[in-house]
């Protein structure tokens, strides 16, 4: 891809990122069930890294969001050291499994539910040792049945490309992941937004499980119909 055009779709992907995300912040696009806010705009930079490559998808997502992140509480270090990282590995490693795995085996999407199902349980287990409210826990698993169903219906029925399915779960494990323990450690040291601070080793848990649960549904959901037709435009597009 030439350097301009993958600029283009950088500041394409960072500012649709950017502003979807302010949003749902404001409530636009943005459903609450209990502390539960949902953030729809993942499936933008998980669209653009499958079709643009992996490059593309990782810095417009670190840039999206540190735009969203200084709009919404303005705490650039915060950003730099937590939300930046954890997306631009999350959406860098989508693009990254999707173009490096060329066997599309079952055996990808069946790693991917086993992923899911794995959050589900995990979700059971802080709710029954009171980590989670029954209602948060139950908001988070609806969320995951959502993208399990989609996980299902694209990976077998519709679009029938297992590797993608891997990819979306994957990467978003691995940027909540960094989201839990990266809050985590911004508590020890500073104040986080609201007041917060010296979160307890739970935070970990219940951070990344709520990035992921909060999350899953729409990158499942949303960017999937977007990549199929965007695969048979953009040749087209390109005079391929």
Same mark, same amino acid.
């Given at each position: 891809m030439r350097k301009s055009w993958e600029i283009a779709t950088i500041a394409l992907s960072a500012s649709l990122y950017a502003v979807i995300g302010y949003a749902s912040y404001l409530g636009i696009f943005t459903p609450m069930i209990g502390v539960v806010r949902f953030w729809p705009s993942v499936f933008i930079p998980a669209v653009f890294a499958v079709l643009f490559g992996p490059r593309v998808g990782g810095i417009s997502a670190a840039i999206g969001i540190f735009i969203s992140d200084m709009? @919404?509480?303005?705490?650039?270090?915060?950003?730099?050291?937590? *939300?930046?990282? %954890?997306?631009?590995?999350?959406?860098?490693?989508?693009?990254?499994?999707?173009?490096?795995?060329?066997?599309?085996?079952?055996?990808?999407?069946?790693?991917?539910?086993?992923?899911?199902?794995?959050?589900?349980?995990?979700? %059971?287990i802080t709710m029954k040792i009171g980590m989670l409210s029954p209602a948060v826990a139950i908001a988070y698993i609806i969320g995951i049945g959502i993208a399990l169903f989609f996980t299902i219906l694209y990976g077998f029925f519709w679009s029938k490309n297992h590797v993608l399915m891997f990819a979306y779960n994957t990467g978003l494990l691995m940027?909540?992941? @960094?989201?839990?323990? *990266?809050?985590?450690?911004f508590s020890q040291i500073f104040?986080?937004?609201?007041? %917060?601070?010296?979160?307890?080793?739970?935070? @970990?848990?219940?951070w990344s499980v709520w990035t992921y649960a909060t999350e899953i549904p729409f990158m499942v959901a949303l960017s999937t119909p977007i990549i199929v037709i965007g695969n048979k435009v953009l040749p087209k597009v390109r005079g391929e």
């Open positions: 709009m @919404i509480h303005g705490n650039a270090l915060l950003s730099l050291s937590v *939300g930046v990282p %954890a997306n631009f590995v999350c959406f860098y490693s989508v693009g990254w499994f999707t173009d490096k795995i060329k066997n599309n085996s079952r055996l990808w999407i069946i790693m991917a539910i086993s992923e899911e199902i794995f959050l589900v349980f995990l979700i %059971a940027g909540s992941l @960094i989201i839990g323990v *990266g809050i985590y450690l104040v986080l937004p609201g007041g %917060a601070q010296k979160l307890s080793l739970e935070a @970990i848990i219940l």
